[in-house]
C-alpha cells in the first residue's frame, strides 16, 4: 500500500477569530476529512513568528495510505465540497496551498 503526505496551509482571514478557527479545524474539519478512505491521521501546526507574504500561519499534515492516490486525493475533493455544501467549511479559512507528497523511503 502506497503512503502519501498532505501538507496543508491555511490561514484565518479575521486573527479576531483564531481561537474559533482552530477549535473547529481540530474537533470539526480534521474528524471530518478523516472520514475520507485512506486518510489515516493529522498533525497540526502554526508557525513560529509571524508568516511572511503568500505563507500560511497554519499546517496540517495529513498521513494517508492508500493503493491508489490519484483517486484518494479525488476521493477528498469530493469529500470537501459536499462539507462545504452542508455548511461545515468556516468562512473564515484561507486555503495558502494543499500539496500531496508520494513517500519514497522512510528511516
Known amino acids: 500500500m502506497a503512503k502519501a503526505t498532505v501538507l496543508v496551509f491555511t490561514n484565518c482571514a479575521d ?3 483564531e481561537n474559533e478557527f482552530n477549535e473547529w479545524y481540530d474537533n470539526t474539519h480534521v474528524p471530518d476529512v ?5 486518510f489515516k491521521s493529522c498533525t497540526r501546526y502554526e508557525l513560529i513568528g509571524d508568516p ?3 505563507q500560511g500561519k497554519f ?3 495529513y498521513e494517508v495510505e492508500s493503493d491508489d492516490l ?5 476521493g ?3 469529500r470537501v465540497a459536499e ?8 468562512d473564515s479559512i484561507r486555503l495558502v496551498s494543499f500539496t500531496p507528497w508520494r513517500e519514497l523511503s522512510r528511516r
Not at 462539507?83 to 468556516?90: D, H, K, M, S, V
Open 76 to 78: 477528498l475533493q469530493q
Open 34 to 38: 478523516l472520514e475520507t478512505p485512506g
Open 70 to 74: 490519484p483517486s484518494t486525493m479525488a
Open 59 to 61: 499546517l496540517a499534515v
Open 52 to 54: 511572511g507574504p503568500g
Open 15 to 17: 486573527p479576531t477569530r
Open 83 to 90: 462539507l462545504a455544501a452542508q455548511g461545515r467549511i468556516i
